[in-house]
C-alpha cells in the first residue's frame, strides 16, 4: 500500500517522543518531491530520520520533505515500497542504491568501543 501522508517539510519533524513508539516505514523526497529514500524503524521514524540527517551522505545532502506510513511489520512494508518504486522507475531510489560500508569484526569492536 502507498503511502498516502502529504509531504512535510524536514524542518518540521516532530520532537523526539521519547518513550512513545512510532514504527512505520517512511520516504524522503528532494526540493522536488521526488523519492530519494525509502526505510522503516520499528521503534520512532522521525528519530531515524534525524539520525540520517545527522550523518553525512546521500539522504542528508538531498533531503527536503519527509511521509511516513504507520505500520507494525515495517521491514515487509518497506520491501514492498522498494519493489512498487523499481517497478514504476526501474531502479531503486539513489539514496538506497548507496553500497552499504563493510562491517568486519574489527569495525564493529571500534563502533561499539568507541574508539
Not at 520532537?15 to 522536488?32: L, S
Not at 542528508?60 to 515495517?74: I, K, L, N
Not at 539513489?94 to 561499539?112: H, I, K, S, V
Request: charged share 30%; proline share 10%.
Amino acid at each position: 500500500m502507498p503511502i498516502f501522508a502529504r509531504w512535510r517539510p524536514i524542518s518540521v519533524l516532530p520532537a523526539p517522543r521519547g518513550r512513545d513508539p512510532w514504527p512505520g516505514v517512511y520516504e524522503i523526497a528532494d526540493a522536488d518531491k521526488r523519492t530519494i529514500y525509502v526505510g522503516q524503524s520499528a521503534r520512532d521514524v522521525p528519530a531515524r530520520i534525524r539520525r540520517h540527517l545527522a550523518t553525512r551522505g546521500c539522504v542528508a545532502e538531498r533531503a527536503a520533505y519527509w511521509r511516513f506510513a504507520p505500520t507494525r511489520v515495517p521491514q515487509a512494508e518497506e520491501a514492498e515500497h522498494l519493489a512498487r518504486h523499481r517497478a514504476r522507475t526501474g531502479d531503486l531510489p539513489p539514496c538506497n542504491r548507496q553500497t552499504p560500508l563493510r562491517r568486519d569484526a574489527q569495525r564493529r569492536w571500534r563502533e561499539r568501543s568507541g574508539g
